[in-house]
């Protein structure tokens, strides 16, 4: 049913479609309103049978996710941003226990210095704990891929984030198509635990690994992530099938196949990017999108094929690490490693900063890319606050 909708109300009433026993809460804005509005289900019952639990830090949280996991009941969480940086250990043992916790990251950038705005820094550095983490394009989406989400993560046996782009998706209103109740039971099964810990048959989970065997219990989290890019893919078909939406899976193509020119990007921006290329495609330019939608484990095969053609790749991304650039366009080099294509990388929308249409076909359209590029960069604050450090010779002759 087609409701208006608040993005962070969507994706509560699709975690409670999904028939969570417990849900762990503790707010960071921006996505206070998600663990707000799923509260407000379990108090009046709409979501029965979950267990609702302020808890008293993001640690916490996690914490206890991972705690009702283990004793075998389908659990949610949310954060975002230093939120996620403060449950970061339990973010990396999550994986390594094996227990699908579903957990929404609003993203929203990392200081110092303090920003509450939207970007993709805090996903960023989560990247290699060993989550599966996908990316919401829209409100559709991010409702959508929660639903997905519960049967990748448990038939996979790994925690699965969605990222989900603070303020510009969570708190902006959209038409939701919301399904029914009967439609996800059909396709979400019962919580069937691999792990469900039991005072009358007791075991231990998480124990400590000898240098004799850590390296291969770290070679097969890699393999499992290897495996778990078929189970996504699978489960966005089914998705497909069951509701007429295509909005998991890997990736998507938007006018690919023919372009010259691919830009490839996650989250909200692609709806301004299709716009942009559909501008330059009624001028004769040859200009495709690719929208990734899982970012871990990274679809690499995929699309390394979808961009085989290309005879540039500009990747447009919200994050990057100081001292090397930008971080999602390394992995797409790494893939396509030995092609021919060039492939710029668009540092774009830190902080929140906003990304015109104007500015990226201006950057699309320019001849002489640098390898990195810093979208809508105020070059005269830089000129006034950049000091070089000129020498090595620091504190001595």
Known sequence: MLYQLEGSQAIARAIALCRPKVICAYPITPQTHIVEAAGELVRSGELSDCEYINVESEMAALSVAIGSEAA??????????QGLLYMMEAVYNTPGLELPVVMTLGNR??????????????????????????FAETNQEAADLHIQAFKIGEQ??????????????????????IPSQQDV????????????????????????????????????????QMDIVEIIQCTGESFKKKFGR?????????????????VVAMGSMIGTIKDVVDELNDEGK?????????????????????????????????????????????????????GNSEIISIVAGLGGRIITKPMLKECFLKKNNEKTTFLGLKEDTIAREYKPIKSCNYGGA
Not at 72 to 81: F, M
Not at 163 to 175: E, K, P, R, S
Not at 246 to 261: F, I, M, Q, R
Request: hydrophobic residues 45%.
């Open 72 to 81: 075998g009941v389908r659990s949610y969480t949310a954060t975002s941003s």
């Open 109 to 134: 950038a990392v200081g110092s210095p303090i920003n509450i705005w939207n970007d993709h820094s805090d996903a960023m550095s989560a990247r290699d704990a060993g989550w599966i983490m996908l």
């Open 156 to 177: 996979a046996k790994c925690p699965i984030m969605v990222c989900v782009d603070g303020f510009i998706l969570t708190h902006a209103y959209d038409q939701v198509d």
């Open 185 to 224: 039971d059909e396709f979400l099964p019962p919580y069937n635990p691999h792990i469900s810990l039991d005072v009358n048959n007791p075991m231990a989970i998480g124990t400590m690994v000898s240098p004799e065997y850590f390296m291969e219990v770290r070679y097969l989290a890699h393999r499992k």
């Open 246 to 262: 295509d909005s998991g899976g890997l990736l998507h193509k938007y006018n690919v196949d023919d372009a010259e020119t691919v």
């Open 286 to 338: 040859k200009f495709g999108v690719l929208s990734l939608t899982c970012f871990r484990p990274f679809p690499a095969a995929a699309l390394a094929d979808s961009l085989k053609n290309a005879k540039k790749v500009i990747v447009i991304e919200k994050a990057f690490a100081p001292g090397i650039g930008g971080v999602l366009s390394r992995e797409i080099e790494l893939a396509m490693l030995g």
